[in-house]
């Protein structure tokens, strides 16, 4: 199932690409034609998607490799990497669209209205058709979530010059197309900043968004036999492989087969409560006298 899954994924990454990479041409050929600045940051955009996309492809692959003793977590964060660096070439993307888009403002340039419509529509087709093959994995892996953030965006972004189009065929109004790029270019920001911040907040080793310490804490010290917890570690290696590991202080002297057994109770528990799928817990007895929750 897992596998089935994994090459699901493969293969919407790769077509999504092809789809992608065909529409940057497209939307290349039409931008310098048609004289719209926002197709060509539209294709410029869709160009970092293919990008994007293609990264993504090989980190998941990559991710699948088997651990090894030179490499004892494998290569899982190679979809962390990857999501990190697709949302900071987002945010590069969108500073070259601001620049451009100033730079039309002080000099306003014709744009042929009906030939950027009927091209940025034809982006929207493949942008739609990449946003439903990516939707089902973007909320499970924070990869394809970067790409799926880049085809999402570009979707809006399509749309916007769509509208931009029609408003300028009855209007004449240039300035639409540098003010669209403009708001094209901010969402692009917005979304790639919040990407870069949770897969450097992986890579740093905080511990997670809505996971407690302190909750675990009581958890874990409300168990049956448990006196305290102390030196803990609560971590993730990519955002569903969530790492925890701490001293446990019992309250008696027992056998290595009554540890066994709480120490199972306790990684069920964190298991169940907070999603924590690795545990190691190094039991002992009044071996640590005042330390903290956290070691400094």
């Known amino acids: 199932m897992h596998t089935h899954k994994e090459n699901s994924k493969e293969n919407r990454l790769i077509i ?9 041409a497209a939307q290349i050929i039409g931008g310098i034609f048609s004289g719209s600045l926002s197709l060509i940051s539209d294709a410029l955009h869709n160009l970092s ?8 492809f090989f980190a998941v692959r990559l991710a699948k490799r088997k651990n090894t003793e030179a490499q004892t977590f494998g290569y899982k964060r190679a979809e962390i990497l990857a999501a990190l660096f697709n949302a900071c070439a987002l945010v590069v993307v969108s500073i070259y669209l601001f620049k451009e888009a100033f730079f039309r403002f ?18 929207l087709i493949a942008n739609i058709v990449s ?46 197309d540098p003010a669209l790029t403009i708001l094209i270019g901010i969402y692009v920001m917005k979304e790639g900043y919040k990407i870069i911040e949770e897969s450097t907040r992986i890579l740093m080793e ?3 968004k809505g996971i407690s310490l302190r909750e675990i804490q009581a958890q874990i010290e409300g168990v049956d036999r448990v006196k ?15 790492h925890f590991e701490a001293h446990i202080n019992v309250s008696r002297d027992m056998q290595v087969s009554e540890t066994c057994l709480l120490v199972k109770q306790v990684e ?6 907070f999603a924590i799928t690795h545990v190691t817990l190094q039991v002992e007895i009044n071996s640590c006298k005042g330390v903290p929750l956290v070691k400094e």
Do not use: Q
């Not at 000099?107 to 034809?122: E, I, K, R």
């Not at 790409?147 to 109004?173: E, M, Q």
């Not at 069920?268 to 409560?273: S, T």
């Open 106 to 123: 002080t000099h306003p340039h014709p744009v042929n209205s009906l030939l950027m419509l009927s091209v940025a529509s034809v982006g």
């Open 131 to 176: 946003v439903v093959l990516l939707k089902a994995h973007a909320h499970e892996d924070l990869n394809v979530r970067a790409a799926y953030v880049h085809l999402f965006s570009d979707f809006l972004s399509s749309i916007a010059v769509i509208i931009g189009a029609c408003a300028i065929f009855v209007s004449k109004a240039y300035w639409i």
């Open 16 to 24: 999504s690409a092809g789809l992608n990479f065909a529409t940057t």
């Open 49 to 56: 998607d293919t990008v994007a996309l293609v990264i993504s």
């Open 206 to 208: 905080h511990v997670p």
């Open 268 to 273: 069920d528990m964190l298991k169940e409560r």
């Open 228 to 242: 305290d917890i102390h030196h803990a570690h609560l971590w993730s290696v990519t955002e569903r492989d969530i």
